[in-house]
Every structure is written in C-alpha cells, then in structure tokens.
C-alpha cells in the first residue's frame, strides 16, 4: 500500500466550502507547502481550524476562507498576525472565536464521534454571546449549566511531520505534537507532508514507535516535503524563520499580501520558494528560539 | 538575608511585589505570560514556594526555572516531567495552575480582554490576539494580573468590549455558581498592588508603590477602587530577592519591560 501524493493532488481534493483542519501551533510546526499549494488552487470559502499564524492569515489575505474557527492567530514573537487582523478589522470574514481547550474539546468530540463534550470553559464570558451556534445546557446529573461544545468535525486535516513510511505511519519527534493528534482525527481525510520518508522498518528501531501518536489508518495521504514547514519550525530541525516572518508582516504595512505572494508563491513551485528563500540547507540551519 | 535594597527599579519592585501572588498557592503550576511575571514566579519558585511548578514555554516542566534571559539553547535546562501543551490543558481543568495575565482592559467586575477592541464583534476596530486560554484559565484557577502601565485605558469605565475571562458579574454567573468559584488574585500595576477582596469583590487597593499617592491611583482608574483608611507601601526588593532576580535576568531583560526603566522610589 502506498498513500504517497503529490502537493497538487493532496489540494484536488480540497473542495471549495469544505471545513479544514491545519495542525501546529502559531509559528510552530505548520503544513505550510501544502498553504501554499492552496494559496495557488481557486480553492475558496473554506471554514479554517486552526490554532493559527500564518497559514490563516495567508488564507484570509488570499481570500480563501469563509470562516475561521480560533483561539488566536498570532506569529508569537510578532503578536498579532498582520492579514487575520486586516480580514477581522474589514469584517470579511465569518468567526466562531472559542477558547484553545475548548478546541481541542470539539477536536476530541469529531473523534470520538459524540455531538458535544461538555465544559464549563466559556461560561460567564462573550464566547457564549458572540457564538449563537454554542449551546449552554443543563446536566442530568448536576444542578449546573454547562456549555456543550460541539464537535468540529473536519473534511480534510493538514498536518506537517517529521518521518513517515509510505504506509502513513507518521512520526513527530519535536518536544511537542501539539494538537495535532487531534486534528489528524477529527478529519474525514489527513494529508501530512513529512520532512522524510522512510522504511517501515525505521520504526522498528529503539523507541521510535514511541513518537508515532496516530495509528496509520488515520492516514490519507503522504506527501514529501523537506522544509515543507517553512517560515513556521520543524522543532528539532529547523526553528521558525525569523527574518522572513517580519518580511511578510512588513507586507501588510507596504504592498500587501498580494506582493509577497508574488514574490514568494505565484507561478512558483515549492523548490523555487525554498531557492528564493535561501534554500534547504538555509531554512535547515535555521535556529529554534529559546524563550 | 532581609536587607532591603537601596537601588531597585519600579521593574523589580512590580517583580516582587508579583512574587506574593504565588506565595500560599501551594503545588501548582506557576505561569507569568510576559518576562517581569515569569521572573515574579521564578523568584517565588526559588524562595517562599519551592512547591510550584513552571515550564520552559515549550514542552516540559522544570524542577528549576530557567532564566528568561542569556539562553541560547533548552540542553541542560532541569526538566522533570514531559508537558506538551495538549497536558496544559489537563493540568489547568485539574486547578492545579496560578497565571499571571496581562490584559489589555480590565473592567470593574474583574474581567478582561485580550481579543479585541472598539467597533462591533463583526467587525472590530482593532483586532488583537483573541480569548485564548482566558475563558478557561478564568473559570478554573486563580488568575493574577500585571498592569505595566495603570491608566483607565486598561481598567475600563464600562465593561470589557470582549468579555475573555469571567469575573464577579452578577448578570452574567452562571446557574449554579457562586461568586466565590471564581478566583482571583493580586492586581500588579506600575502604581500599586490591588486584589478582589473589596466589598462584593470590587478592587481594592492593597498597597502603593513609593512615591504614589492614592489619588494616582483614582484617578487612572476608570472605576471605584476600595481605598482602606491606611494603605501601606509596597514594600522594596531584599538583597536576598535582587540576588535571584539577576540571576533569573542575567542580561537585564526588565529593564526594557516598564518605559523609561523607572526607579523603583518615585517620592
């Protein structure tokens, strides 16, 4: 069996409408080749989930996207994601704003195939008010009200990794898998891309397995992209590109997001972004940041 | 060991002043959002509560707090127990977590906001970070919060324009609570220290930083604040804690935090 893909075919079957998942976390760890892939389709009004950066704002500049489903979207050392507030401030895009557990709450729910879980995250704030499709409910078992997070259940999930054999065993070997789990469950279809392919036999070694936090049927697709998380980090890798992430927040203040995505994606292909950002070897040596 | 400091910024008396809000907290996980909270938690890490817990801002906790300056690399840091932030999630519904926040407005129910502000929710005039883990934090461990610049920008006349955490608002708590479930700690600004304890939890002023007077203190706020007949002086960094605190910033990081690096004496 092989679930092996390219870029172009992994984005065929993104449809506009859908609802997408994207793994990582802000600046961390984003399928962003296959952003990119998306950013060249005339795919449009996607419903976004994400725990965002640059991807959604990307996405909105592009104007791909129907609804954002967040917690935040920032860039993390630059605070505020330049074209997530442009979309916000021009109110062109729809929003279910939720809290980062509840997310994964409703990340969780998708997976277990339950309509809701119920937290008590939300009550007493505006999440409850701005978000008429959240219900608040009573328990059968407390005197308490409750807020039912519904499960958000994804079309397709994008995730990025850092080993997979072509069989969708997939490895994340960075301190953290953030949600990504999660994501990669809640979804229909998880298409990763993988800095690296390899044998099956590779997680036979050691404890290797034990970095594997999805069973291979989750799979869908594999794509191999070396540095396919660039500008965003591959931790242990590659860090986030720093230089390159204030360049394209410079765009929001001077020519757009149309003159990066110009500069760095139109009518390119992902070896040619990787050439105009410095190449392979570049965005490989790039440090992860110590806080 | 108790000596007080005779040279001390506003910077590093807001840090120990931001210390206490963990001093009786026990064994939870200690969170300062921005550099002068983290060194606030480091500092009651290393002193009066060796019992808390922190992480490196990554992945893992920490059985000694990194320094927030000088690093270059997570080798050798004192790791003890894998923490990824799927299991900060766990830990903060477990209650077992003290954050300290710093909110853009805070209103005089003791919420606040991190999302937006202005306009309209479609639409908002300036879009910030949006709630984050604000609505959960709030509903389910103490919060404290650090105000750099104290000013009724910050604590607002009305209500938050986006309500992120929940405070002691009687129109909005939910069924089945009491105003006691929610917690909160201590209010740490440039002028003062504060806390929720006033009458029906509105904010009261604890402490003023030296050299400020309660009507400093008045008149950035855009609601009542609790004014007891004798409101002490925050009392100055130890030699002790200024050992700790340079040891925790090497490079002198919170010297950039408040403008201008005041002194900590403005008398």
Redesign the interface.
């Known amino acids: 069996m092989s679930k092996v893909l390219s870029a172009q075919e992994v984005v065929a079957q993104i449809e506009d409408g859908m609802t997408i998942g994207i793994g990582g ?1 802000g600046p961390r760890r984003k399928p962003m080749a296959l952003i990119r892939e998306l950013l060249r389709s005339d795919v449009k009004d996607l419903t976004v989930v994400a725990y965002g950066g640059a991807d959604v704002g990307m996405l909105c500049a592009a104007g791909k996207v129907k609804k954002v489903v ?5 860039l993390d050392f630059i ?2 994601e330049p074209f ?2 442009k979309a ?4 062109s895009i729809e929003t279910m ?6 997310m ?1 709450l409703g990340l969780r729910a998708a997976s277990w195939g339950v309509p809701y879980i119920p ?9 409850i ?2 978000n008429p499709d959240l219900k ?1 409910i ?1 328990s059968p078992y ?4 409750w807020v039912a997070m519904p499960a958000l259940k994804l079309d397709v999930s994008l995730v990025h990794v850092d080993r997979a054999d072509k069989r969708g065993v997939c490895q994340i070997k960075g ?5 990504d789990e ?1 994501f990669a469950r809640a979804a229909d279809k998880t298409f990763v891309t993988t800095e690296e392919i390899v044998e099956t036999d590779f997680f036979a070694q050691g404890d290797e397995a034990r970095y594997v936090f999805w069973e291979r049927s989750i799979t869908t697709g594999v794509t191999l992209i070396p540095g396919g998380a660039h500008p965003t980090s591959c931790s242990p890798a590659y860090g986030f590109d720093v230089a390159h992430l204030k360049e394209y927040n410079g765009f929001a203040k001077e020519g757009g997001f149309e003159a990066y995505f110009d500069k760095y994606i139109g009518g390119k292909t992902e070896a040619e972004y990787q050439e105009a950002v410095g190449g392979l070897e570049a965005i490989n040596a790039l ?2 940041p ?2 | 060991m108790t000596t007080p400091a005779k040279d001390y910024t506003l910077a590093e008396l807001m840090i120990v002043a931001g210390a206490e809000a963990f001093r009786h907290e026990g064994e939870v996980l200690a969170t300062g959002i921005g550099m002068l909270p983290r060194i606030a938690a480091s500092l009651a890490m290393k002193t009066f509560n060796t019992d808390l817990m922190m992480t490196d801002s990554e992945a893992f906790l920490l059985s000694e707090p990194n320094p927030v300056t000088g690093r270059t690399s997570h080798v050798g840091q004192k790791q003890e127990t894998w923490m990824g932030f799927s299991r900060i999630f766990d830990n903060v519904w477990s209650r077992k977590r003290h954050a300290m926040v710093g909110p853009t407005q805070i209103d005089k129910f003791g919420q606040t906001n991190i999302s937006a502000l202005g306009g309209t929710y479609e639409q908002p005039k300036v879009m910030m970070l949006g709630v984050r883990g604000f609505p959960g934090n709030s509903i389910s461990h103490p919060n404290s919060f650090f105000v750099p610049s104290h000013s009724t920008k910050t604590f607002v006349a009305g209500e938050c324009d986006m309500v992120a955490s929940i405070g002691y608002n009687p129109d909005r708590l939910p069924k089945g609570y009491v105003m006691d479930d929610v917690k909160m700690g201590l209010v740490i600004t440039d002028l003062c220290v504060m806390d929720w304890k006033g009458a029906n939890h509105s904010l009261r002023l604890l402490s003023l930083h030296p050299g400020i007077t309660v009507e400093q203190v008045v008149e950035n706020t855009g609601f009542e604040v609790e004014v007891p007949a004798t409101v002490p002086t925050t009392p100055a960094p130890t030699e002790e804690q200024m050992a700790i605190i340079r040891l925790m910033d090497p490079k002198d990081g919170r010297a950039y935090q408040i403008k201008g690096n005041p002194a900590g004496d403005r008398s």
């Open positions: 976390w967040f917690a935040f979207v920032s605070p505020l997530f507030r916000r401030q021009t109110g704003e939720i809290d980062e557990g509840m994964l937290t008590q995250i939300g009550l007493g704030t505006d999440v008010k701005v608040v009573d407390d005197d308490k009200e301190p953290d898998m953030y949600m999660w440090s992860i110590v806080y």
